[in-house]
């Protein structure tokens, strides 16, 4: 079976974490989103991705050689000009003439793939969105269906007491060949503001599901950082990552690495290949990717270290993104989700709150 996956976007709210590194190539708990997004769909049958590039393709092409990932082929379109995401999907699946999947780049999610494609067959559906429930609707677009689950409507970001449901748009979607040609060719067109609300002349053609299962939009710093820890707490599954042990209740290792038998460390905690951690040092609910360094008296509190990363003695991360081969220098502080680049450097002594830092040291 195929899919195209959308991969984009430039990740603006991510940055500096997204200048050299496209978003859905930035790890969850030490593997890349996109590669856990390939296993999720070779896992209910997926055997060929087309991957919809816009920014940064050529770090895709990189990260992938031989245009493989494990047991999926994967083929690139990439577009000259931004072309929304029916225009993306259109683009990316021409010559496609069989049933296809979609899923939006950036939606970290445990559904249940087969039965969506049951339910699109069941109900002889032309196109079927994926629904996930969320307290407050208002930031998104809201998708009302009758019980049969044939949708009815699309509510653009209502307010949070005037929504007609709490069920939004979960970003997954099942479609026949069809609907590629509701979408005209070559122009920006959104499927969620355009393609999708226009089927609705035509009954019978457009459902959705309902699913409870977990979901996750991670673009965000906020969001981020979260998608470490449900990981860390089985969200997908667990081990958390490839080649992950349990060398404690929720302290995760891979490889080897070195710590101080005098550190302190708080599960849920992921360490990678080659890390050292010195004495005195504080590793609390984070993610330390390979060959990170954390000097002594050095503290890491719900925070995630790319690789290579360097915290130096009594230098502190607290709820903070530090990027691969980046330095928090002696006595600096970072926290309430800084974003700190690679390469780039914490200045010795200095306080970053809330900080995007790109300045390399």
Partial sequence: MKAVVLVGGEGTRLRPLTYETPKPLLPIANAPFLERQLRWLAGHGVDEVVLSLGYLPDAF??????????????????????????????FAAEGVDERFLVCNGDILTALDLSALLEFHSECGAEATIALTQVDDPSAFGVVPTRESGEVIAFVE???????????????????EPSVLARIPPRLAVSIERE???????DPGRLFAMRSDTYWLDIGTPEKYLQAQTDVLDGALGLPPAPGAREKAPGIWMQGTSAIDPTATVIAPLL????????????????????????????????SVLH????LAANAETIDTVVGVDALVDTGAVASDHTMVGAHALVPAGARASGARIREKG
């Fill in 157 to 175: 970001k209502p307010p949070k007491h005037r929504a007609p449901t709490n069920w939004i748009n979960a970003g997954t979607y099942v479609l």
């Fill in 271 to 302: 360490v990678g290949d080659c890390v050292v951690v010195k004495p005195g040092a504080r590793i609390e609910a984070s993610v330390l990717g390979a060959h990170c360094t954390v000097e002594a008296g050095a503290q890491v509190v719900r």
């Fill in 61 to 90: 092409v990189t990260h992938f050689p031989g245009g493989r990932f494990e047991d999926v082929t994967l083929r690139y379109a990439v577009e000259a000009d931004p072309l929304g995401t029916a225009g993306g999907i259109r």
């Fill in 307 to 310: 690789d290579g990363a360097r």
């Fill in 195 to 201: 393609t999708f609300p226009r089927m609705l002349t």
